[in-house]
């Protein structure tokens, strides 16, 4: 190994020459300076958990707070504000597939996955079960156990994988009949990064006269997702679209599925400022909105998606597989060696954006990582460090540092110095 000195990059060790050359070929290799870096030396691999803040982001919130709030106060609300979930919902749809109307924003991921699981469980009184995996975020879990119970008599059946990575495709088909009212996934599993046949899924459970509610949450904004055939999807902005901490969430509902929100609210009311005592929902995507927005959080989404779709859906899946391609060979060639194995899948048709490595020792890696290191992934229960590539602003050269660094990490004994003992906010 090269003594790296500070921690720099390692160009005399094997691949570099290859990692600069396929930076200095790559179409979205300008989109980096689109982006806040503070620090340059320091390997962000965590975009797939809260993406970085677009330049373009801080700008437009100053003039909102200034500006909107500031200056305009309480008439904003009917210049822009009102509509805002919807308009933002507009930008996201075409990054999904979606019809323009069929996406609003609103609330967070859970809170949407809630109301859509309940809204379809209420379509199909008669029948018993919502099928799900255990590669399922666990919000996802809890929240269709919650809309189970809300919509009474209902069972969760959760699918197990067999090894943790690749989802069990074959037996959520077989467990599908005609008890199923529903079928909830995420559509790139959380830990392992599996992507799913979303076709193939959504399909089988139509076959059985089910409904079919995905979560985009690690696709949107990284893989092109076509939902024309889908009933239901959410998926929160704050991973690939880069909206910031805690922006909120979108939901689809497909134009032809009649659904109503089950958490009725004024913001879905036909007439908001009518202030009738009954409740009439909104024909259009509003009726999926409860209550009042938070207005920053959901202004902050919309030069990100800009930049998200000026780049190219298509362009980003495409470097996302050739990061993710190249990441797992290094790490095979370079840390299979040094106790890691892979937890993500080979099949770049069936990964999403993140690579998930596994080591006994995995927590104390990645503190060491984090403090000595300068790269930035995250730690999964119970051995799993997980490496997003955000290709509107991860470089090859980036991926190439970070496994060298690991190595370092590893053979000069600066893992040894940390503990297995587990903080708060992993
Ligand atoms: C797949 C998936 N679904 C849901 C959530 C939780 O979303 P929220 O906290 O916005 O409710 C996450 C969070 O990382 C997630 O990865």
Known sequence: MTDPGPLGPFPEAPGYANAVAADAADALASYRSRFAISDPGVIYLDGNSLGRLPNATARHLEDVVAREWGENLIASWGDRWWTL???????????????????????????GLFKLAWAALRTLPRRPLIITDDLNFPTDLYVLEAAGEAAA?????????????????????????????????????????????????????????????????????????????VDLAVGCTYKYLNGGPGSPAFVYVNPGLEIENPLAGWWG????????????????????????????????IEPAIRLTAEAGIQ??????????????????????????????????DRRGSHVAIRHADAWRITQAMIHEGRIVPDFREPDNIRLGVAPLYTRFVDIHTAVNRIAYLMTGGIVDGYSNGRSAVT
């Open 85 to 111: 979930g919807r308009t933002v919902g507009d930008l996201i749809a075409p990054l999904i597939g979606a019809e323009p109307g069929s996406v609003v924003v609103a609330d967070s991921t859970s809170v």
């Open 315 to 348: 362009a980003i899946r495409m470097k996302s597989v050739q990061l993710t391609t190249y990441l797992m060979e290094l790490a095979t060639e370079i840390l299979g060696p040094l106790g890691f194995a892979l937890a993500s899948p080979t099949d770049s």
């Open 153 to 229: 008599g209902r069972d969760v059946i959760v699918v197990p994988s067999v090894d943790g990575v690749s989802a069990p495709e074959d037996a959520i088909i077989g467990a599908l009949d005609e008890r199923t009212a529903l079928v909830s996934l995420s559509h790139v599993a959380f830990k392992s990064g599996y992507l799913y046949d979303m076709d193939r899924i959504t399909h089988a459970a139509h076959e059985v006269g089910a409904l079919v509610l995905w979560d985009l949450s690690h696709s949107a904004g990284v893989v092109p997702v076509d939902l024309a055939g």
């Open 269 to 300: 009311h036909a007439n908001p400022f009518g202030f009738e005592t009954a409740f009439a929902s909104a024909d259009s995507i509003a009726r999926f909105q409860t209550g009042t927005m938070p207005i920053l959080s959901l202004t902050a």
